[in-house]
Antibody, heavy 118, light 110 residues
Framework: EDHLLESGGGLVPPGGSLRLSCEASGFSFPDYAMNWIRQAPGKGLEWVSALSGSGDATYYSDSVRGRFTISRDNSKSTLYLQLDGLKVEDTAVYYC???????????WGQGTPVTVSS | QSSVTQPPSVSAAPGQKVTISCSGS????????VSWYQQLPETAPKLLIY???RRPSGIPDRFSASKSGTSATLDITGLQTGDEAAYYC???????????FGGGTKLTVL
């Protein structure tokens, strides 16, 4: 059974940085693209970024491009999201999700909360 | 950036059927697969439908979906109180190279 466990969230001031991690188990990690999806308090889901299984193709939403960096270490079955230049509007629960191939996400972590506030 | 539209809320009585719509454009729904997610309160989303109309194992056949042109619909029959949740559609947008989610629809089972 697929399992995803996010960590690294916390409280950070505007302009600060965080690194989120997502440890995967139960499936062949290198075979799947992985995504970060966030949800601001009381709001809907917002896709943030995707990374191919090999790590050679990255995609970002306009709202985070140039500030966030997605990466992975297939030897550790771990996905990362480096968040730099954080803004108050980045406050959200960040989920990692496994992409079953057609931009459909069949496994989700429990989420890690990020709060950007002074 | 979201260019996929869902009704904010729908409601129906237990045992009834409800339909949730998802309207997009040729750059997303019109030329790419649609997926649907259920998010119960205070939990992570769960995949209900992928590739327009396919159910993952373990999803009851009370949940079904279809796509026509630039729109998609999710049908839930035999409504149960446990179906009260937010439902989201999603699709790849080939013009923007991003995944777009609908704004979500809150289902109330009266």
């Amino acid at each position: 059974e697929d399992h995803l466990l996010e960590s690294g969230g916390g409280l950070v001031p505007p302009g600060g940085s965080l690194r989120l991690s997502c440890e995967a188990s139960g499936f062949s990690f290198p075979d799947y693209a992985m995504n970060w999806i966030r949800q601001a308090p009381g709001k809907g889901l917002e896709w943030v970024s995707a990374l191919s299984g090999s790590g050679d193709a990255t995609y970002y939403s306009d709202s985070v491009r140039g500030r966030f960096t997605i990466s992975r270490d297939n030897s550790k079955s771990t996905l990362y999201l480096q968040l730099d230049g954080l803004k108050v509007e980045d406050t959200a629960v960040y989920y990692c999700a496994k992409d079953r191939l057609t931009a459909s996400f069949d496994s989700w972590g429990q989420g890690t909360p990020v709060t950007v506030s002074s | 950036q979201s260019s996929v539209t869902q009704p904010p809320s729908v409601s129906a009585a237990p045992g009834q059927k409800v339909t949730i719509s998802c309207s997009g454009s040729s750059s997303n729904i019109g030329n790419n697969y649609v997926s649907w997610y259920q998010q119960l309160p205070e939990t992570a989303p769960k995949l209900l439908i992928y590739d327009n109309d396919r159910r993952p194992s373990g999803i009851p056949d009370r949940f079904s979906a279809s796509k026509s042109g630039t729109s998609a619909t999710l049908d839930i029959t035999g409504l149960q109180t446990g179906d009260e949740a937010a439902y989201y559609c999603a699709s790849w947008d080939g013009s923007l190279s991003v995944v777009v989610f609908g704004g979500g629809t809150k289902l109330t089972v009266l």
